[in-house]
């Protein structure tokens, strides 16, 4: 498993929240209520991308904040009903993926490739990055799992 090291300056993400454990496929069905709203958003940077942003994991409770969203301007408001994160500046280890290999991958990245990596997890949200040509109907279809990291 090969990662892409880059670094990506902070930008503003607004979207839908989940606060949760995804035990009952939550985060597809906020997807499902996300999508018919995103033209809703003000100041939007890539009107073609869309991110899942992971953060505020709850290793006790298995419990975290998901937004599906969209890159917004820094003065964008969120609308009614969404929220807004500032990512900051960070370091990411990019992973390609699709949407039934998520969970393996992020199984295999902090499993295999992070403790021989010579990187660590750092704080930020992880993030999945979900290019202009990605179709969540095709199974095959190529999004980007972005996970924060500092050397060792």
Not at 39 to 68: K, N, S, W
Not at 76 to 103: C, D, H, N, Q, R
Not at 120 to 142: I, K, M, N, Q, V
Request: with cysteine.
């Amino acid at each position: 498993m090969e990662a892409q090291i880059v670094q990506r300056p902070a930008f503003c993400v607004a979207g839908m929240l989940y606060h949760g454990r995804n035990q009952h496929n939550e985060i597809p069905q906020l997807w499902e209520q996300f999508w018919p709203r995103h033209a809703e958003l003000q100041g939007v940077i890539e009107p073609e991308v869309c991110y899942g942003a992971c953060d505020h994991m709850d290793e006790r409770t298995g419990e975290f904040d998901y937004i599906a969203c969209m890159q917004v301007a820094q003065d964008a408001p969120a609308p009614t009903g969404m929220v807004k994160w500032e990512v900051p500046s960070l370091t990411y280890a990019v992973f390609p993926s699709t949407l039934p290999t998520i969970g393996p991958i992020f199984d295999a990245i902090y499993r295999e490739w992070m403790p021989r990596s010579g990187y660590h997890r750092t704080g930020g949200p992880d993030l999945e990055l979900y290019p202009a040509d990605f179709d969540p109907t095709a199974p095959d279809s190529t999004l980007y799992l972005y996970i924060p990291v500092e050397k060792d």
